[in-house]
């Protein structure tokens, strides 16, 4: 029998091999019929046809369809690297399709910056992004590189870990650093003579032009939406700009609206304001976020709050319990008191703002928790789901603490992959390593969690944090953590219910479930099915957002 | 050629230790043309004349987060600031209660600066407290050691133990630091170095400060400047003023605590105000 609700012209079915809803009272279907944006209902061809719907869209006949991922822990800053070329190890898919091919070389790293050079006007800067020497087995970067691809270009590469810069002769004259300069962060070789290194942000402020030209980009119109292309390739239709400054930028924050608002835009975002300031600003900003939700929409939302207490672990600036790191120096940092942590949430959880709060190591999320604790304390919120963000080094007594507080967790689980090895032999030592970014813990304890990517820090895509989550390898493909394996179904929850969870998001977006967008991703393969070590290398058509179709431009070469 | 470079100092101590009640007594003490830059959490401020809150130059500092490390930082702030009409002819900035402040210090270096000292204030009367809290002993005694000139605040608050404790566990970690104890109003009269009678010690503390200004019978060369300023004896904690050279060429002398540089300047020379603490 046909629906009593008449059928609108805009009303479509999807068919497709299979739909994976991450409902559980319906995990799948073959058809997903939707109405104004919404699902009206997922199921065979027939139970959606009984809408009265009578146009059927065969598209994605032969592809699966899955409830559309969600990232919860990104930066819009992902979408620059459009404007700067990359030249990292692991190949990387640009917002327009294209994929870039890895440099595996400094030799190689040199070809490309002279590419460059030969279509630029003399003196202007060349700046490359996302190099990556820790996978090289050449010799370590420095200015005589760079020498051999121009010496009438100031040049600055801009290095993946976001901690070093490396820069060639010209840059070095014309920023006037020579043998002796006194700015911490300069790096220089047996002679004495500078080696083009610069490190951490403040000596590459050094390189003036080419570190401001990099800061500016942040704020672009353009930037947000090559983000949310590189989301759109990657098949996330929610994804969340964890920090953002949007409410205390009036002009960048009615960019924001109106850029997302296009129909273009391919992707739901979460706009998560950042805490920053001194604690007497905090209700300043919780007005502030206040002013901004009238200004939310569809594809448009700020249910969160960001906090961020420490460092990275790899740059040994997390802050990280008895014994501390394995090797190197700690460098482990506080971003701000932690007696004040409270102080600083107190007006956000009165507010009924949820908190995600980058804790790295093991004594920040200690930190957080039991400041959460006590808010509880002050003032109650059965529903507040505060995230511990990063979440890498978080032990089973903050993980049980943590459920029964009502907490979340959002681990950085690709750090298995990406510097897994460096974090056994390196920074924390071989049993921290195999416990880092506990998922499967957290399933065993009842910690609701998350994956995300950090983009840009690893590439945006959920079906690399599946992956690592299911597989547990390393870049040099040795298992790490095997009993912190998950399921494929974990993983797949992780990456969308429970991810939308922890942003108070739950109820629009996550599921295919009826009256929710109708965001899905399309993808060629199940992840279900597949070799469980093939999850990353699935094909991924694009999405679908609010029922629209938004395909990946595919690049050919 | 070389352009002027601002000395630019950094006011660095736990939370509550004092900078803010410093820097509002070096501006009100008749400091001109002094730009402050307030580092709150993840959050830079600059203010010329008053410290507050100003949204519109509220920029997103760089932290140990990658994602955070470019763009919106420090370094921009400062950019910003030289950007202005009128370039200031010093720069203060106010670290944030747990920062590093060498790595606040390294900002110091950038085109257009000169770093002019960090002075790390130290609450007397709660250090040594803290101190023995574990979460932040090391924030703490990374900005002990960072120090060129150790300040210890609210003399006039701390017990006797209290401050034998402070002196001690400062003396322990910064053995070479020079380390007198202030009110705001000293602290001004440090940095600001101006010709001053002398000044009271602090409530409760014994460090007595006097000041004088020394010129050269002739143009120095750079290397009897060296030698001069070399030979000074450690109760001198501040150095500051401009110097003709015997080729002609000015600098800028500034020295807090074991902090010493020597920047061009395109200024007359005035000797050098050596202020010592007794
Ligand atoms: N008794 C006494 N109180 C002082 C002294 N110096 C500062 N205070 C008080 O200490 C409190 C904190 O001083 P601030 O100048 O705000 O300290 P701060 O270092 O800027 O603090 P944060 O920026 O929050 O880290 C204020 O109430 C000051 O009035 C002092 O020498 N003696
Ligand atoms: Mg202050
Ligand atoms: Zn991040
Ligand atoms: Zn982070």
Redesign the pocket.
């Known amino acids: 029998m046909a629906s009593s609700k008449s059928a609108s012209t805009s009303d479509v079915i999807y068919t497709a091999r299979l739909i994976r809803t991450a409902n559980p009272s319906r995990p799948t279907g073959t058809a997903i019929a939707v109405r104004d944006g919404k699902v009206l209902g997922v199921g065979t061809l027939e139970e959606c046809q009984s809408w009265g719907i009578t146009n059927i869209d065969r598209r994605f006949e032969n592809k699966i369809l899955t409830a559309g991922f969600v990232e919860a822990h990104s930066h819009v800053m992902a979408g620059m690297f459009h404007h700067i070329p990359y030249v990292g190890w692991f190949p990387r898919m640009m917002p327009n399709g294209e994929v870039i091919d890895g440099v595996k070389s400094t030799e190689e790293l040199a070809e490309r910056v002279r590419d460059i050079a030969v279509r630029t006007p003399l003196g202007e800067s060349i700046i490359v992004a996302g190099f990556d020497p820790i996978y090289l087995k050449t010799e370590r970067l420095s200015r005589h590189h760079l020498d051999a691809a121009t010496t009438e270009h100031p040049v600055f590469v801009f290095h993946a870990s976001g901690h070093l810069a490396t820069i060639n002769s010209f840059a070095l004259q014309k920023y006037d650093i020579g043998p002796g300069h006194p700015a911490p962060g300069v790096g220089f070789d047996d002679n004495g003579e500078p080696n083009g290194e610069l490190r951490e942000p403040a000596a590459m402020a050094l390189s003036k032009d080419e570190f401001r030209a990099i800061g500016r980009l942040i704020f672009e119109q353009e930037t947000v939406v090559q983000y949310g292309a590189s989301m759109r390739n990657a098949g996330i239709t929610t994804a969340t700009d964890l920090g953002v400054t949007l409410h205390l930028n009036d002009e960048a924050l009615a960019m924001t609206v109106e850029t997302t608002q296009d129909e273009t835009f391919p992707v739901r975002m979460v706009a998560a304001s950042r805490v920053i300031g001194?604690v007497n600003d905090m209700p300043d900003a919780v007005e502030r976020i206040h002013s901004a939700r009238t200004k939310s929409h569809h594809k448009l939302h700020f249910p969160i709050v960001k906090m961020v207490l420490d460092g990275s672990i790899q740059g040994f600036t997390a802050v990280v319990q008895w014994p501390g790191y394995y090797t190197g120096d700690d460098h482990g940092l506080f971003l701000l008191p932690p007696e004040q942590v409270v102080d600083y949430l107190r007006p956000f959880h009165k507010a009924g703002i949820g908190i995600h709060c980058h804790c790295n190591g093991s004594t920040t999320s200690q930190v957080f928790i039991d400041a959460i604790e006590q808010l509880l304390q002050e003032t109650p919120w059965l529903d507040h789901r505060h995230t511990v963000t990063h979440a890498q080094l978080m032990t089973h007594a903050q993980m049980r603490k943590a459920r029964n507080l009502g907490m979340c967790a959002n681990f950085f689980v690709n750090h298995v992959f990406y510097w897994g090895d460096q974090h056994r032999d390196i920074t924390v030592g071989p049993d921290r390593a195999h416990g880092m970014n506990p998922c499967g813990s957290a399933d065993r304890i009842g910690l609701p969690y998350s994956f995300h990517t950090d983009a840009p820090v690893t590439p945006p895509g959920h079906l690399h944090t599946m992956w690592c989550a299911v597989n547990r390898r390393t870049a040099s493909n040795q298992v790490l953590g095997e009993n912190e394996k998950i399921s494929i179904d974990r993983a797949f929850h992780a990456a969308t219910i429970d991810a939308a969870y922890q942003l108070h998001m739950d109820h629009l977006v996550g599921s295919l479930e009826v009256g929710k967008y109708a965001d899905m991703t399309v993808l060629d393969d199940d992840p279900y099915t597949v070799d469980p070590m093939e999850i990353r290398n699935i094909t991924i058509w694009g999405t679908v957002v609010g029922g629209v179709p938004y395909e990946r431009p595919v690049h050919s070469s | 050629m070389t352009n002027p470079r601002v000395p630019t100092f950094v006011i660095a101590?736990?939370?509550?230790?004092?900078?803010?009640?410093?820097i509002n007594a070096l501006l009100s003490g008749g400091a001109t043309n002094v730009a402050v830059v307030v580092n709150?959490f993840g959050d830079v401020n600059i203010d010329a004349s008053l410290i507050r809150q100003t949204h519109a130059d509220t920029i997103e500092l760089t932290n140990g987060c990658i994602c955070c490390a470019i763009g919106g930082s420090l370094a921009d702030t400062l950019f910003t600031l030289l950007d202005r009409p009128t370039i200031p002819s010093t720069v203060i900035i106010?670290a944030?209660?747990v920062a590093d402040p060498a790595s606040v210090a390294a900002y110091t270096h950038i085109s257009g600066l000169s770093p002019a000292g960090t002075v790390v204030?130290i609450d007397a009367?709660e250090f040594s407290d803290n101190h023995r809290n574990e979460l932040i002993r090391s924030t703490l005694e990374r900005q002990v050691r960072a120090a060129h000139l150790l300040a210890f605040?609210?003399?006039?608050?701390a017990t006797d133990v209290q401050r034998n404790e402070v002196e001690l566990i400062v003396s322990a970690l910064a053995p070479q630091t020079p380390a007198v104890a202030t009110?705001?109003e000293i602290l001004a009269f440090l940095v600001d170095a101006q010709p001053s009678p002398r000044i009271d010690p602090?409530p409760g503390a014994h460090n007595r400060f006097s000041s004088r200004t020394h010129h050269f019978s002739r143009p120095p060369s750079r290397n009897e400047l060296l030698e001069f300023l070399t030979a000074l004896p450690r109760s001198i904690v501040r150095a500051k003023g401009i110097v003709e050279l015997s080729d002609g060429e000015c600098v800028l002398v500034q020295q807090t605590g074991h902090h010493r540089a020597l920047s061009a300047i395109d200024a007359a020379p005035t000797g050098i105000v050596l202020i010592s603490s007794e």
Do not use: H, M, Q
């Open positions: 001194a | 101590g736990y939370l509550g230790s004092g900078k803010t009640t410093f709150d106010e944030s209660g204030l009367s605040t609210k003399t006039d608050i009110t705001a602090a």
